[in-house]
């Protein structure tokens, strides 16, 4: 679940809402941004039992900067794909030392497939597909390049983030998604919980050892 909006008491009232339901609380960039390191611990004291993500995407000083967010509490932090390959290291370096996970997202990078490559071979734990915002505007879908990433089959997990609800989310696992990412389809829902748990039904239908929403068993054993 993306929480994505500015207001601290809005997210965390949001997360109450959605955290029954989905395994993974992510912490949108302009969130993040606004509300500070606060918010993270806030979330992570709140909800022990739910996988957070910080979604950082980090340009520059990789380890320095998402050091303290792994020392709060994340359990995955994000660095842009577009980033100095040495910056990419750096985080993941830093999400090993703590024993935790780094998610490279591939937004406006040009070779997808050969910074896919690269980034694997330095230990990424998570290949983020993702199709911002202004992208969805423009009318773009997240279903080409998880298609060219899943044919890799290079062995990492890869997160799908971009319009997804519960009418695509089945099409998204079957593309070769092991993390859906759901935002707006569910806190633009008028029942928010309900938008969680259909599209976190609809995403586990699709697999029969626990579903795309089972990766964490995987991932983090």
């Not at 060219?148 to 890869?158: E, F």
């Not at 998604?177 to 569910?186: D, L, S």
């Amino acid at each position: 679940m993306a929480l994505d909006s500015l207001d601290f008491d809005q997210t965390v009232a949001l997360a109450t809402t959605v955290a029954p339901h989905v395994d993974i609380l992510e912490i949108g960039t302009p969130c993040i941004k606004y509300n500070g390191i606060k918010l993270l611990e806030t979330l992570r004291a709140k909800f022990p039992n739910n996988k957070i993500l910080v979604d950082l995407k980090t340009m520059d000083a990789g380890f320095y900067e998402a050091e303290p967010f792994y020392k709060a509490g994340a359990d995955i932090v994000t660095v842009l794909g577009t980033a100095d390959i040495g910056t990419i290291k750096g985080v993941i370096d830093v999400a090993n030392k703590y024993g935790k996970k780094a998610q490279v997202d591939l937004i406006n990078v040009a070779d997808k497939a050969k910074r896919t490559q690269e980034v694997a071979k330095l230990g990424a734990h998570i290949i983020g597909v993702h199709t911002g915002l202004d992208q969805q505007a423009a009318g773009q879908t997240p279903f080409a390049d998880l298609g060219l990433v899943s044919g890799l089959n290079l062995g990492v997990d890869i997160s799908v983030a971009g319009g997804v609800k519960a009418t695509t989310a089945k099409q998204v696992v079957d593309a070769g998604a092991t993390i859906v990412v759901a935002g707006a389809a569910i806190y633009g829902a008028a029942d928010p919980a309900a938008a969680a748990a259909e599209i976190s039904n609809a995403a586990k239908g699709t697999q029969s050892s626990g579903g795309v929403f089972g990766w964490l068993k995987k991932l983090f054993s």
